[in-house]
């Protein structure tokens, strides 16, 4: 009986042994072997232009685009992404708000106007999957498909027609995408990652991409602190019933802080992390 429970502990610390020294190597993009899950919220400081047409304002009064789309009130993203293997899927976030007064028209002799003050919200909602490719240690391609999502809401006070009028106006579309990331690794703590996509080709939008171009410093086997950049493009279009154009084109674009956690934690390896060294 003693020789039996002796081999069941011997047994024990040998399998506790070899799990630790697995869980020891460090994968910069999580264990391949194991399902892995990482979020990235960002903080952003954006620039944004373009212009938006309101339907009504198209509709019943020939009113032309405006450079609505010209001060950023707020922004936030949020990445996500799980994975195991070749495969991955990543679902992401965008939250844009816009404020601005924007005259749209002025009579010959300057005495009449048409002003808004419209407030501009847009909603994306991106997912995407596809498969990994790891060469070697040191680099990883992802090419991916998947749609994008938007959301997006006008609404305000126009001053000018019939003293003041509301709109309200909200159009949502989905986009097909095609892309690629690719991840760089010069060291085991620093990735270089590169993100590339085109879609919309009138299903949604007409036409719509997004790039980023980010690095960074992994502080711990759970954490990285990456910086970049990161710009957005969409142009979307629809008609009125008379025929008349309205709909949004925008560029988005800013330089991104953001704080990539990773679950389960990676390995606490020595060769990697001075820290682990005993």
Known sequence: ???????????????????????????????????????????????VSGNVQSERLSKDFGIDPSDFIN?????????????????FAAPSYIFNYNEVEKVLWTSNNGNQTITAQ?????????????????????????????????HYRLFGEVQGIANTSEIDEKVDFWDPIFGIKAHYYPHPRIPIEF????????????????????????VSPTVDLIAGFAALSNKYESETESGRTYGMTSMTYGIT????????SRGKDPGVFKKFRQ
Do not use: C
């Open 257 to 264: 802080f953001g704080t990539r956690i990773y679950i389960p």
């Open 195 to 218: 993100k590339a996509d085109i879609g919309g080709f009138g299903a949604g939008s007409k036409l719509t991409w997004s790039a980023w171009l980010n690095s960074g410093y992994a």
């Open 118 to 150: 419209p407030e501009y919200q847009r909603h994306i909602l991106e997912v995407i999957a596809g498969m990994r490719f790891r060469f070697g240690s040191k680099f990883i391609l992802d090419p991916y498909a998947g749609f994008r999502y938007t």
């Open 71 to 87: 001060s950023l009130n707020g922004t936030f993203m949020i990445n996500t992404e799980i994975s195991k293997g070749k495969f």
């Open 1 to 47: 009986m003693n020789i039996k429970v002796l081999f069941i502990f011997v047994n024990f610390l040998a399998l506790s042994f070899l799990s630790q020294g697995q869980d020891l190597k460090f994968y910069p993009k999580g264990d391949p072997g194991k399902w892995d899950f990482i979020i990235t919220p960002f903080f952003i400081l954006p620039w």
